[in-house]
């Protein structure tokens, strides 16, 4: 299938490792000349060097800072000027999600859900709201929010918090911009092979002396009995991002390799 990508020009936060540069790569794959954003200037720039040198395609490093709002219209600016436009956004700047983090209603704090709101939910906000006047201009664009299964969890308040939020973010942004052409979606990833994963699964394996792979399986909780891997979630978002997802918007695609026992419709 011709995702009909070739042309279009992306911004991707949090690119610089993990699902969001498993996003640039499987767009730039796909002809999408790719602005990578994060807030590390050095691991962000040979990210999109190594990218560059791998698709042929342009890619722009530009670290951004997602909570601080000047700096996000910089990025959407730089991004305009370089490219010379914009075409889709994909969210995915945001702190991981700590198993070891405070989850417990007396544990809970105030800093710790204004810290994950301001990271996760306002930060795409942010750039949405940055974003969507050149998307209307033009008629056409794609916005995709990258959340988590812990929306559908509660074993964390902090955690869920954030997730349902861009949630409700996604659905009203996509009920305001569907009229100009603009779809938006959000991709619940759940557990998944990134880098962070890899690491910490090495440094078990070296304290305990078990194999990655044994300590891999042991966290496997889907139907599908595996860790779905970043280029897996980047496939999903690569087709919400193209035209021929138009009939999607508003809603939420998980991408974490199916939860067994509930139904969700």
Known sequence: MDLQLSGKRAIVTGGSKGIGLAVARGLAAEGV????????????????????????????????????????????????????????????????????????????????????????????????RAVAPHLIAQGWGRIVNISGLGARQANSIAQTVRNVGVSALTKNLADELGPHGINVTVVHPGLTRTERLTERLAAQAAESGAAVEELEAGLVANSIRRVIDAREVADVVTFLASPRSIAITGDAVAAGGGVPGPVYY
Do not use: F
């Not at 560059?52 to 890619?59: D, F, L, N, V």
């Not at 000027?81 to 198993?99: C, K, M």
């Open 33 to 128: 000349d790719v602005v990578l954003a994060a807030r590390s200037a050095e691991p962000l720039a040979a990210a999109a060097q190594a990218l560059a040198q791998e698709s042929g395609r342009r890619i722009v490093a530009v670290p951004t800072d997602t909570g601080d709002d000047e700096q996000v219209r910089a990025l959407v600016e730089r991004t305009v000027a370089e490219l010379g436009g914009v075409d889709i956004l994909v969210n995915a700047a945001a702190t991981p999600w700590s198993a070891g983090a405070p989850a417990d209603l007396n544990a809970t704090s105030d800093d710790i859900v204004r810290r994950e709101v301001e990271i996760k939910v306002l930060g795409y906000l942010r750039t949405a």
